[in-house]
């Protein structure tokens, strides 16, 4: 597990309409927790977000900022993202006309394959499909299913699912014949 530390420091007169931004870069593929901290001083004249893309990761609702003084607000995860390195954007803005303020964000991280059963669920949703296109085919030479002739290429793309999450995964492998 990787600990990233990031300070944003954002200008006094910077309206939310035009925040500011600084993009955070990760090695690592998966979230596992942000805590953003918010010093005493802020008094509520500022806000930040964090986003991955056009996605909203904190706070989760869209189009919306985390604003306080003297706070630590922690998200929950773990947040498997597409890519690596992952990129971050923090969007902050700062409406006191005197002073510039910072925000402090606290980033774990680590590689899905080294997340505890990460990979390994990948592994055991690559053998149960494998296991349901067994079963599939002895069932249609004993009769139960009718054979049906082989799927072009393109075709049996599309009958693969690929959900987001491997709960969604899961749950599809197991609705299956």
Known sequence: MVNYSYKICVPANTPETSPHREYIELRNDTILG?????????????????????KQLMPTEPCTWISG?????????????PEKPIK??????????????????????????DYPWGGRLDKLIMLMNKLVEISREAYSRMGVYEEKPPA??????????????????????????
């Open 69 to 81: 003084d003297n706070a630590a607000i922690p998200s929950t995860g773990p947040i498997r993202l």
């Open 152 to 177: 072009k290429a393109e075709e049996k793309k599309e009958r693969v699912i690929k959900p987001e999450t491997i709960i969604e995964r899961l749950k599809s492998i197991l609705k299956r014949g």
């Open 34 to 54: 942000i805590l953003l901290v918010i010093p005493s001083g802020h008094v509520g004249a500022t806000g930040i977000r964090i986003k991955y893309g056009p």
């Open 88 to 113: 971050l954007i923090a969007e902050a803005y700062n409406n006191s006309s005197s002073y510039d303020h910072c925000f402090y964000i606290y980033i774990d991280a680590i590689d899905w394959e």
